[in-house]
Structure formats: structure tokens, C-alpha cells
């Protein structure tokens, strides 16, 4: 009997770990990608295109000046600042970014304000937590990379960097928490052939 009841909770315990296992995120290059519905949101910043070596600078710039206009016009942050990336050239060593801030509320913008409102979201989306500092979240983007190979999705720009950790308060850059947000959707197959 002892060795009956011996088997059947070690099948049990299989069981279990099978289940766990797929409940469980798994890990793309040691970071958990996981699916979230990310809330359409209204935020404010300036998009251009930036050098690589001149991103921490055009962050500082834009976030104060972001908000700054937030405030004057009555406006609250609703979150982190943000960067959105619709293109990153390795080559030219530049981006296609914006230095935001979400809001409480959707602002009108002047047509000669250098500010413009973005509305993003509403969509499916990626998301990693990476913690360390800014200038080493590569790896992280890879993973999500390898996640939309592996499940045949692709990404729609911008992809998204809510910097949640305040540098100023937490010296720490083990600690500075990163969310790396893509949306998403279906890989369109271009190597079918259509039908007749």
C-alpha cells in the first residue's frame, strides 16, 4: 500500500510541476516577457531625431520643458517620463525618439508650440522589468525580439521605456526599474502565395 500511495504522489508532484511550469512566464535571455493590455494614454514631449551619444542630454532637456508646460497649463504627470522609439539605426547611430510625460488629461496644443501631444496605447502589448541602468537595456529589447520570432508577432512603433525609478532618489542603478514596453501584433506571412 505505502509503495502504491508512494507512486501516486509522485505522479502528483510531476503533475504539478508540468502545470507550474506552464503557468510560469518563461524567461527569453533571463528576462520574463509578459502580455499586458496597455491603456490608450494621452502624453507630452518633443519627437526627433537624436545621436546616440546625445540621448541622456535631449531626455533632461525635454522632460523639464514637458513639464513645465504640463504645469502651466493645468496639467498633472499620471506617471514616469517616458521615451518612445519608432526607429533605432545601429548604423548612423541615431533614433527616431520622444522625450514624454503622461498626463491626466488631453492638453490642445498651439501650432508653434515644439511640444506635441502623443495618444498611445489602447493596444496589446509586451512588457519586460529590467533593473540597471539605462545604458544597458539592449539584452532586454533582444528578449522581446526573440519572444515575437518565437509566437510570429511584430512590433508597432514606437516601442516604449517608462523610466520608473527616480535617479535622484535612488542612487542605486541596480535598483532604477525600467519598463520596456512593444505592442504588438500578428506577422503578416509575405511568403504565401495568394490564392487565385
Known sequence: ?????????????????????????PKYRGYEVVEVDFPLMN?????????????????AENFLKAMEY???????????????????????????MAAVIPLDKELKMKPADSLQVFAIGGKKALMIEYFGDYSLTAEAH??????????????????????VTDPAEEPDTTKWLTKIIY??????????VPKK
Request: aromatic letters at 14%.
Open 183 to 192: 505592442f504588438v501584433e500578428p506577422k503578416v506571412d509575405t511568403t504565401a
Open 70 to 96: 504640463a504645469a502651466g497649463a493645468g496639467a498633472e504627470m499620471s506617471g514616469p517620463p517616458s521615451g518612445f522609439f519608432w526607429t533605432f539605426d545601429t548604423v548612423a547611430m541615431k533614433t527616431d
Open 1 to 25: 500500500v505505502n509503495a502504491f500511495v508512494g507512486e501516486d504522489f509522485e505522479n502528483g508532484l510531476i503533475n504539478l510541476k508540468k502545470m507550474c511550469e506552464q503557468i510560469a512566464h
Open 43 to 59: 502624453y507630452l514631449g518633443l519627437r526627433q531625431e537624436v545621436a546616440f551619444q546625445d540621448i541622456p542630454a535631449f531626455f
Open 142 to 163: 533582444y528578449a522581446i525580439d526573440d519572444y515575437m520570432v518565437e509566437k510570429k508577432l511584430q512590433s508597432i512603433p514606437p516601442a516604449i521605456e517608462e523610466y
